[in-house]
């Protein structure tokens, strides 16, 4: 049966503004890739990420590139051999296991043996900013289980003691996205560990990360922009101890399965995390997270409105995914 192909770009507006290391942002510019057999549609969203050499452009390029291969009967099995790993395949991927699970009459759990799914606790994330702001930010979540906080600059012990401050019920996490440094990082790893943060996020810049099989890790680090799919996991053993799984990065849900199971086995903890999109986006991250230790899956409470329907929050604790949403 031939598959059709149709491509959207869509932008959703920030609440706000939405501040990490690198820069700010006020929308979430994704793209959404439909499948239909004519009877039955799937659905996938992506979110092409500068970082990684990605443009709304070049990825609707590369999905479009597939377009004869999908018409003739691709499947997500074949993907690897078409495509590179990266948001172009992680939305062709879930899209395929959105139109496979409407198909069939079974949700994408039943078909991966998940016998029962359930609620998660997801962070909730402070922007990068000034001490002042990044506090007040951690003083209003408060009430939440875990707060994900964004470093990488100048003085940033001094932002970790105030957020810890702020914030004394909760469980932190750091992300500095490669924003530290050979010279800065024991600092603010023993300031980290004084104010009892759980987990460090990417604290040196990928490539430029030996030091951390020398140093201690009085809290754990976890690799995100170091760690992308599999092939990837032995070149991380010594330096950290988690890793991020992200679809986009991996290429979809397909390959983040198989990268967690080897991540385990490797003795790896896993945190399932999300570029800023919707719920579709994150839709599938929740079936991946299920066993997960971390859970950063906030990307909807981030924009002024979420796709609708969308995930069902309620504070920190976001639902499995309706069929309608996806899967």
């Known amino acids: 049966m031939t598959i059709k192909l149709e491509l959207k770009v869509e932008r959703w507006p920030i609440a706000g503004t939405f501040t990490i290391s690198r820069g700010s942002k006020t929308e979430a510019a994704i793209v959404l890739c439909t499948l239909s057999d004519g009877t039955f549609t799937g659905r ?15 990825v609707c390029a590369e999905v479009e590139g597939l377009r004869e291969a999908l018409a003739n009967g691709a499947t997500r099995d074949d993907l690897p051999t078409l495509i590179g790993a990266g948001a172009a395949r992680n939305a062709v991927d879930c899209a395929l296991w959105d139109l496979e699970a409407k198909r069939s009459g079974k949700t994408v759990a039943d ?3 998940l016998s029962s799914l359930h609620d998660l606790t997801t962070a909730v994330t402070v922007s990068f900013g000034s001490v002042p702001t990044m506090a007040a930010a951690a003083r209003d979540f408060a009430d939440r289980p875990l707060i994900k906080v964004k470093v990488g600059g100048e003085d940033d012990a001094d932002r970790i003691r105030a957020v810890a401050d702020a914030a004394p019920s909760s469980r932190i996490i750091l992300d500095a996205n490669e924003g530290w440094s050979d010279e800065n990082i024991v600092e603010n790893m023993l300031a980290a560990a004084k104010a009892g943060i759980v987990l460090i996020e ?25 760690a992308h799919g599999t092939d990837d996991l032995h070149t991380l053993l010594g330096r950290y101890d988690s890793i991020n799984i992200k679809l986009d990065k ?5 390959e983040a399965l198989r990268m967690q199971k080897r991540a385990r086995e490797l003795g790896f903890g896993i945190m399932v995390g999300c570029m800023v999109g919707t719920s579709l986006a994150m839709a599938p991250a929740v079936l991946l997270a299920q066993d997960a230790d971390f859970v950063d899956l906030d990307g909807p409470l981030i924009l002024r409105e979420d ?15 309706l069929p309608q949403l996806w899967g």
Do not use: M, W
């Open 307 to 321: 796709r609708k329907p969308g995930l069902n929050f309620q504070g920190s604790r976001v639902s499995p995914p």
């Open 250 to 254: 991996t290429g979809g849900l397909t």
């Open 202 to 226: 990417q604290p040196l810049p990928a490539g430029n990360d030996a030091i951390l099989t020398t140093i201690p890790h009085p809290v754990p680090i976890c690799a995100d922009e170091s």
């Open 44 to 58: 996938g969203e992506c979110v092409p990420y500068a970082r990684y050499g990605e443009s709304l452009d070049s």
């Open 111 to 113: 078909i991966l043996g």
